[in-house]
């Protein structure tokens, strides 16, 4: 069974709500920084007094779908539930309910094949905005009711067990945190009185150091350790994606197995990482070589962690902070016995397996989604339940079609 498509302007028209708000009203502000690309989740609802709404926005309410033209690879689209103002980078699209669930239209412009088709119709380079003569004749597939209502049960309780993984990652990261505070209390307080020793006394601080031009160096068998190398969730660095020469690494800085190396600058700074390999660092990362026999590399790796913001607020540069190996050397750090040190490692440890069994995990379910989303557009999700219902959706297409040639006449 072919499904019927309609396009996007007849069966979701950009219909803006026609609620009134009281200018002293506090409402919903919904700007594109609250929604997470991908996912359509808010990630923060922004309340103000609905005087304080800028030109360039317009009223939504629950019966919208929400669809950003600005940089539509970013694939952020929401179902509002509750009413509120909106940034005009947004798209109201209100979904004629005797034809089309609301939800479907949500799914289905989360879908590779919309986000796929999108990317090829926008026009800018630095901000591509979608084409939106385009978008409005896209043509979408339309099955019956109630095979959209069932395409639409079966992609809710994956997307629920995707966001139900996804939380369970953010509770799990935030046990380390608690954890050292629980043992050692505020590392910038120290309300357990711990002895106090400088970064500097307990290890060696140096800076890397990049031969120039690097394109002349890179090929050779010295592991070359960047910045995104280490971008794993977890706390240590064992590959990397590039090599230099020999030469080349004569002229960096060599770190052995077991330092711990932190990015000194820009976006990036504060961020640490331990090596479980050998390698050459450029100058934008810091190493804490030699470690003392007192400290944990494991426990230094979680102070920093938990220091990183303190560490951007000293370190000078203006808006792109710049950690010296100077302000390294100088920062306090809190040394409890080593044998608590110890057990903290240890539970360390076994909350990263923890959580890299979580992360494998929540990658298959994205997976799995991301194989539901595709087949729900294509008929396989569905197919042997539609078979099985056949009768009952020939009769609702028929129906159907007599409403969209209807909506056609009016348009």
């Known amino acids: 069974m072919k499904w ?67 940089r539509p690879y970013l694939n952020k689209v929401v179902r509002p539930d509750e009413p509120g103002i909106a940034t005009s ?42 084409i939106m003569d385009k978008f409005w004749q896209h043509e979408i597939p339309l099955p019956a009711k109630h095979e959209q209502n069932r395409i639409v049960e079966l992609l809710e309780q994956g997307d629920l067990l995707l966001r139900q993984r996804t939380e369970a990652g953010e509770v799990s990261d935030q046990i380390l945190p608690s954890l050292f505070h629980k043992m050692f209390g505020d590392p910038l307080t120290n309300p357990k009185k711990w002895r106090i020793k400088t970064i500097g006394e307990l290890c060696e601080v140096s800076r890397g150091a990049s031969p120039r031009p690097i394109t002349d160096y890179m090929g050779g068998s010295v592991p070359w350790i960047k910045i995104g190398d280490g971008s794993s969730s977890g706390p240590y660095l064992s590959s990397t994606a590039e090599f230099v020469t020999e030469e080349g690494a004569a002229k960096s800085v060599f770190v052995p197995p077991g330092s711990l190396i932190v990015a000194n600058s820009g976006v990036s700074c504060g961020f640490a990482r331990i090596l479980k390999i050998g390698g050459c660092i450029h100058d934008g990362w810091l190493a804490l ?31 792109q902070p710049n950690l010296n190996t100077a302000l390294m050397k100088s920062v306090k750090l809190p040394l409890p016995p080593l044998t608590l040190q110890e057990n903290f490692s240890k539970k360390f440890a076994e909350l990263f397996t923890l959580r890299t069994q979580q992360q494998d995990a929540a990658n298959s379910i994205e997976s799995l989604f991301a194989t539901m989303l595709h087949r729900a557009f294509t008929g396989e999700l569905t197919a042997k339940w539609r078979e099985a219902h056949l009768k009952e959706l020939l009769v609702e297409m028929e129906h159907q079609a007599k409403l969209l040639r209807t909506a056609a006449e009016t348009n």
Not at 44 to 69: I, Q
């Open 4 to 70: 019927p498509t309609a396009k996007l302007r007849q069966v979701a028209p950009p219909e803006r709500s026609v609620r009134d708000f009281a200018p002293d009203e506090v409402v919903w502000h919904l700007n594109l920084d609250q929604i997470e690309s991908q996912t359509g989740r808010i990630l923060e609802k922004k309340r103000a007094v609905f005087s304080e709404a800028g030109t360039s926005t317009f009223a939504f309410d629950e019966g919208h779908v929400l669809y950003s033209k600005l």
């Open 289 to 319: 070589l030699n470690i003392c026999k007192d400290l944990e590399p494991l426990y230094l790796l979680a102070f920093i962690n938990l220091m990183t913001l303190e560490l951007r607020r000293r370190a000078p540069g203006g808006t």
């Open 89 to 130: 980078e947004l798209v109201p699209l209100r979904p004629l309910p005797e034809v089309l669930n609301a939800d479907f239209l949500k799914f289905y412009l989360r879908s590779d094949r919309f986000v796929g088709f999108a990317n090829q119709v926008v026009a800018g380079a630095k901000m591509p905005r979608m």
